[in-house]
């Protein structure tokens, strides 16, 4: 297995975030009745003509120089022809000579480690729709058809399954902070077909497999680490590896053979003849250079530098764009940096991925929370423990919450000077102990305070007021 070296390279579909389709004026929404959001383009009935969507051009744009590539001023389209019941046309509309975007390189990072890989291009197409399977039945639901994907191709350039997945993370985190595609695996908005091939150090790169339509970066994983082993088993047997497509069975574990790979002159590939070219000049695309938000990079810089984060805090915090936003808004609400970070690092995203990806909680609401814990209203325990999971919406004030609940802490000074009071004439030994110099006893009489108010006194309040009781005795 050390004898081989692994090469990987992707083509990465993700599904634009616009408001119509590519080529009609058909809304771009997931789910819903199969074959609402169809008219005579997405049915390719004879005599409908496309008109090709400037906010896909634009979106794709975003996408290629959020990543950091080379954004190309003439881009043309072209049909790619087969026949598949879930695509009426009979033709993709796609580019294959002339794509928008050409050429650049993502950096990403790998425990610690700095890595490259060189994106080969992206271009803009259709998606199809989709076959339903019910029974000895299949149905038909064009709403997908039409909608604006972007494919990225890299480089045979990863050399791992964890470094597949490592890139994939940072193509996603980039993808999303661009605000061009919602990049949902789970609603296939961001789908990975895996070309992989193995060849001895020292050798020529070999031939490859494409594994097509995974939808987990640990189905991803999983199925490259199973493709590496069984290519290299082919070769120790003697055998050769021949060019073809698989599928992956997540459930089973296994890939096996789709078809043998077809060649680009299967698809007579010829130019679109019903749309134009698309002409780009560089103030045009410097126009959307300017509107790109910040990146993640840019954010895990500005954290560190602004926030006085670790480098730590920052890249767990920017992994995803919902609790980035979360905690950025809660500091712009007046959290402290440190403090609000542990807290959403720590509780908000544990409850986060209970939810399964659903914030439970503003950033208003960490604010204020965070303010009670400074202010000794509540214990930081209990914001984490006890208000935060309790809170429900929106509108919840989590100081209301809080004494709802009754854990709300007390911070009378004189009811906690007369608990003191009795507990210390309950425990006059402690007393002696503390003029004889033993300190410790202070928190062994904090403790007996804190249990005899059932947790609800200020532990801070508490302990301040035994030493000054018991300074004022000695
Ligand atoms: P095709 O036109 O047949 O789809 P491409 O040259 O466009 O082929 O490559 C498709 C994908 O396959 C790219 O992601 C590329 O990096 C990858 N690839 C090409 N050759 C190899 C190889 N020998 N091993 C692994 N991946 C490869
Ligand atoms: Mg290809
Ligand atoms: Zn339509």
């Known amino acids: 297995m050390n004898d081989y070296i692994v090469s990987i390279g992707l083509e990465v579909h993700c599904e634009l975030k616009t408001k119509t389709k590519l080529l009609c004026s058909c809304k771009n929404d997931f789910g819903g009745e199969p074959n609402t959001r169809i008219c005579p383009v997405c049915a390719a009935l004879p005599g409908a003509m496309p008109a090709l969507s400037r906010e896909a051009v634009d979106l794709a744009i975003k996408a290629g120089l959020a990543l950091g590539c080379e954004i190309q001023k003439y881009c043309k389209w072209d049909r790619k022809n087969f026949f598949y019941p879930d695509s009426p046309k009979a033709w993709q509309t796609t580019q294959a000579e002339l794509p928008l975007v050409k050429g650049g390189v993502v950096e990403y990072d790998l425990g610690g480690e700095k890595k490259t890989v060189r994106i080969n291009r992206i271009h803009l197409e259709e998606d199809a729709g989709k076959l339903i399977h019910e029974g000895n039945k299949t149905f038909i639901d064009l709403n997908r058809c039409g909608v604006p994907l972007i494919e990225i191709v890299t480089e045979p350039d990863l050399h791992s399954p964890e470094e597949t997945v490592a890139f994939l993370e940072e193509l996603k985190r980039e993808i999303s902070y661009s605000g061009v595609s919602d990049v949902k695996m789970q609603e296939g908005s961001l789908r990975v077909d895996v070309n992989l091939s193995v060849a001895k150090k020292g050798e020529n790169i070999g031939e490859r497999t494409e594994t097509k339509n995974?939808?987990?970066?640990?189905?991803?994983?999983?199925?490259?680490?199973?493709?590496?082993?069984?290519?290299?088993?082919?070769?120790?047997?003697?055998?050769?590896?021949?060019?073809?497509?698989?599928?992956?069975?997540?459930?089973?574990?296994?890939?096996?053979?789709?078809?043998?790979?077809?060649?680009?002159?299967?698809?007579?590939?010829?130019?679109?003849?019903?749309?134009?070219?698309?002409?780009?000049?560089?103030?045009?695309?410097?126009?959307?250079?300017?509107?790109?938000?910040?990146?993640?990079?840019?954010?895990?810089?500005?954290?560190?530098?602004?926030?006085?984060?670790?480098?730590?805090?920052?890249?767990?915090?920017?992994?995803?764009?919902?609790?980035?936003?979360?905690?950025?808004?809660?500091v712009k609400c007046g959290a402290d940096p440190k403090k609000a970070s542990n807290f959403v690092m720590g509780s908000v995203m544990r409850l986060y991925k209970e939810n399964g990806g659903k914030l439970c909680v503003n950033a208003s609401q960490i604010a204020r929370l965070l303010q009670a814990v400074n202010d000794g209203k509540i214990s930081l325990s209990t914001a984490k423990d006890v208000v935060l999971p309790a809170i429900g919406s929106e509108n919840d004030n989590p100081l209301e919450i809080a004494e709802k609940l009754g854990v709300l802490q007390i911070n009378d000074q004189k009811a906690a000077e007369e608990l003191v009071d009795k507990i210390l004439s309950e425990n006059k030994k402690a007393a002696e102990d503390y003029a004889a110099g033993n300190k410790k006893v202070i928190s062994f009489l904090t403790g007996a305070v804190m249990k005899a108010s059932k947790g609800k006194f200020n532990p801070e309040l508490v302990s301040k007021t035994i030493i000054k009781k018991l300074n004022q005795k000695e």
Not at 242 to 251: A, F, L, N, P
Not at 287 to 294: D, G, I, R, Y
């Open 214 to 330: 995974l939808n987990s970066f640990s189905a991803v994983k999983r199925s490259c680490e199973y493709e590496a082993k069984r290519q290299i088993d082919v070769l120790e047997r003697g055998g050769k590896i021949s060019r073809e497509t698989r599928r992956w069975d997540d459930v089973k574990g296994v890939g096996s053979v789709m078809r043998g790979k077809e060649d680009l002159d299967d698809y007579r590939y010829f130019t679109e003849p019903d749309l134009q070219p698309v002409v780009l000049t560089d103030e045009y695309i410097e126009n959307l250079a300017l509107s790109l938000p910040e990146s993640a990079k840019k954010r895990v810089r500005r954290y560190i530098e602004e926030f006085n984060l670790p480098e730590y805090d920052a890249k767990v915090l920017t992994a995803d764009k919902q609790i980035s936003d979360l905690y950025d808004d809660a």
